[in-house]
């Protein structure tokens, strides 16, 4: 027993020593050090991580700066909104990969630096114009440019050309249109002699992502899902677009009525197209890598089409930029707030977007990276990349995804709504009636504790 | 007399038949996360892949360990899990004795706190934890990750339960010898009530061990970081990480298992010790 009396007590001294050992790290003189908080996984976390590496060993040590590389994974927003939230300033990042969603969190902190007050500020040259429209608009919250984009995507619709070979159609036969993916779709199923799918005629999530990009189309000025201009110009409170997300649950009810048509699993869907099990799928040109890599290995042959739409000739919308941010804080330390500014230039110069677009299959947010030879090189090598890039130029800068803080709340109502109207157990009036009943119910929850 | 023996043994039979499939329907993702963690990624991929590894590999393990600093990690896990449990055996143990034992005004009261402490979710306390530990400078130490695991108010509850088994006759006998309260405490109830210690102790352990959102709060730097956290930076949505992924929960989930193995009879006898007395 008195063995086990000394354990406890070294075991407590040990402790308090750790509680009492609360000094502050020393900087070394000259140096300025700043955090670096980013939420970038897998193979990409590792160019993220090689790209802060290469910052500080270049342009880093000629400024004498060093950015320290911390991952916080999935959850680097809730992270951010506890410092917000308890003031932590000492804790605060200096620069935070952010996605749209948290604009308004960021608003409502003093802490984060309005990108458009830093233009021309310090060694920079990159100017506002060299970034696309699209990103510049993505992060614009009540007339603010609040966050820097650094990674953008776009939807694209991946097509087996294999599979078309097998149903007599060819790359010249790629759908433009919903009614095309049902016509070709249907071609594609196969079903083996007990109607088991062997292959599904199209992979289609129906969530918040894959709904505000197919819906997002509509019109020639596009549609938003939410009013106070997408929740750009302020909280959202209302859903604005319930004819237009009829017409997606309608296209979406007629699909799920054919069987083998529609796969509506969101899981490892770069892969399930890789092996064959889904002729055609709905997802983000961030699978672009993913999907040559694979491709590359079983020899399937395969094209991105752009995201298919209602309407040739009056759906301009375009599609809605994917991705994220840098956000950069002011936590009262000027030297801090230069070199995350120059950390943040660095980023979107034109080689280093062009750099870390080839190397995650995400694009470029300057336009100059499309202008290098390297670039040029990788774009002509990969036509699924120069779809998308066209997709991205093409797309209406005011077609965005929603701004709002309980996206994954509202995701799972219009995941939870899809799923029933394959099952069959609602109608896409229903369906819509109800994620716009339950949306609702969310902002004002949300807004009455966030006024 | 010989059929109702042999209608016994069947019933038997057929009951452990039943055990061992739901037994292995409980274990089938750990079998199936096991079996992955040792299969190359071109059959993981596959649509027609099967259970078990068409080729043994090593090179998931090589790919979490080269990803991400895991030994660093469990050594975190590791000292912070066992470094806060025997601190929360002591903390809880200590309070449960005066619960049990010891008469004073708003006794009931406290023990009540201690009981609404349970209703109380996570989630609702960490902006509160995150500004006190923040504000202590606490960011980034071991101590910081440690500092709200240190006392557990269903600790409490169990260990006080299973102080209420004993034998008050004991108890009087060791006062009339002339025993203090704390040698009693700690020469007499606390060696009688091993299992439950044991079972406070490894219920804690394996609780600190999996958490994830706390440690990930008040860590920034990629040295300061736990297991838990560690495995989400093998996930990629984009990539095809399961091999590697699974490789590294099978590596995390060793000290818990080896635990479980160890003092698996304690935790079922703690259980029902403690559940015994209201």
């Not at chain 1, 071609?187 to 109607?195: A, Y």
């Not at chain 1, 209406?396 to 709504?417: C, F, H, R, W």
């Not at chain 2, 143990?93 to 609404?116: E, Q, R």
Request: some cysteine; proline content about 3%.
């Amino acid at each position: 027993m008195k063995k086990i009396f000394c354990i406890l007590l070294v075991a407590m001294t040990a402790v308090l020593a750790l509680f009492a050992s609360g000094s502050k790290e020393g900087e070394d003189s000259g140096v300025v050090t700043i955090d670096v908080w980013h939420s970038m996984e897998g193979s990409n976390g590792q160019v993220m991580s090689s790209l802060i590496q290469k910052f500080n060993e270049t342009k880093g040590k000629e400024l004498g700066i060093v950015a320290n590389d911390v991952f916080q994974g999935s959850d680097t927003a809730v992270k951010l909104k506890t410092c917000i939230q308890t003031n932590d300033i000492e804790n605060m990042p200096d620069v935070c990969q952010i996605y749209n969603a948290s604009l308004p969190v960021i608003d409502a902190t003093n802490c984060a630096v309005d990108i458009d007050s830093m233009w021309g500020k310090g060694s920079a040259s990159v100017e506002k114009t060299d970034l696309i429209d699209s990103g510049i608009y993505c992060y614009t919250y009540e007339g603010r440019l609040l966050s820097m984009p650094f990674n953008t995507s776009t939807i694209l619709l991946y097509c087996n050309l294999d599979a078309f070979a097998e149903a007599g159609l060819s790359e010249a036969d790629l759908p433009r249109t919903w009614d095309d993916v049902y016509e070709i779709g249907q071609k594609l199923i196969k079903l083996d002699e007990d109607g088991n799918v062997l292959r599904y005629g199209v992979n289609w999530q129906l969530a918040r992502y894959e709904l505000f990009d197919v819906m997002g189309v509509i019109g020639e000025n596009g549609t938003a899902f939410a009013d106070n201009n997408n929740g750009r110009d302020g909280l959202v409170s209302k859903v604005i677009c319930r004819d237009e997300m009829l017409q997606v649950f309608k296209m979406w009810e007629k699909f799920s009525k054919v069987p083998g048509l529609l796969n509506d699993s969101g899981s490892d869907q770069s892969g399930n197209f890789a092996s064959g099990l889904n002729a055609m799928a709905l997802r983000s040109s961030a699978g672009i890598g993913a999907i040559t890599q694979m491709t590359d290995a079983n020899g399937m042959h395969w094209a991105a089409a752009k995201l298919p739409v209602f309407n040739v000739e009056t759906d301009k919308g375009g599609a809605a930029l994917g991705g994220a941010s840098l956000a950069m804080f002011d936590r009262g330390d000027e030297a801090k707030k230069n070199a995350a500014w120059e950390f943040i230039m660095w980023m979107v110069s034109p080689e280093v977007q062009a750099e870390w677009a080839m190397a995650t299959g995400y694009l470029p947010v300057n336009k100059k990276s499309l202008e290098l030879d390297s670039y040029k090189e990788f774009v002509a090598a990969s036509p699924a990349v120069s779809v998308a890039l066209e997709q991205l130029m093409e797309a209406l800068p005011s077609t965005q995804e929603t701004v709002m803080n309980m996206q994954d709340e509202i995701s799972g109502y219009i995941k939870t709504a899809a799923t029933d109207v394959k099952n069959g157990t609602i109608s896409a009036e229903e369906a819509v009636d109800r994620i716009i009943a339950e949306s609702e119910q969310a902002f004002s929850t949300y807004n009455r504790a966030n006024q | 007399m010989k059929t109702r023996i042999t209608r016994r043994n069947a019933f038997s039979a057929l009951f452990q038949i039943f055990c061992i499939l739901v037994g292995l329907a409980i274990m089938f993702p750990l079998i199936y996360a096991f079996f992955i963690s040792f299969m190359g990624a071109e059959q993981i991929f596959s649509i027609t892949s099967g259970l078990i590894p068409e080729r043994w590999t090593t090179e998931n393990y090589v790919a979490a360990f080269a990803t991400a600093p895991f030994l660093r990690f469990m050594f975190n896990s590791f000292f912070v899990s066992f470094i806060s449990s025997l601190i929360r055996i002591l903390t809880a143990s200590l309070a449960a004795f005066a619960f049990a034992f010891l008469d004073f005004p708003g006794k009931k009261v406290l023990f009540y706190l201690v009981i609404a402490t349970f209703l109380i979710p996570g989630d609702v306390t960490l902006a509160a934890n995150y500004r006190t530990i923040a504000g202590l400078h606490l960011i980034n130490k071991y101590s910081g990750i440690m500092a709200i695991y240190l006392v557990n108010g269903m600790n409490i509850f169990m260990i006080r339960q299973s102080f209420k088994t004993f034998s008050t006759e004991i108890r009087d006998a060791s006062y009339v010898d002339g025993c203090s309260n704390f040698r009693f405490f700690w020469n007499i109830l606390l060696p009688s009530n091993y299992q439950i210690l044991i079972t406070v102790f490894i219920t804690s352990f394996m609780g600190v061990w999996n958490s994830y959102l706390w440690p990930l709060m008040v860590t920034n730097k990629t040295s300061m970081r736990t297991v838990q956290v560690g495995i989400t930076m093998l996930n990629f949505a984009d990539g095809n990480p399961y091999g590697p992924i699974m490789a590294a929960s099978m590596v995390v989930i060793i000290p818990s298992f080896l635990i479980f193995l160890f003092f698996r009879k304690q935790i079922v006898a703690g259980m029902m010790a403690g559940g015994v007395k209201g």
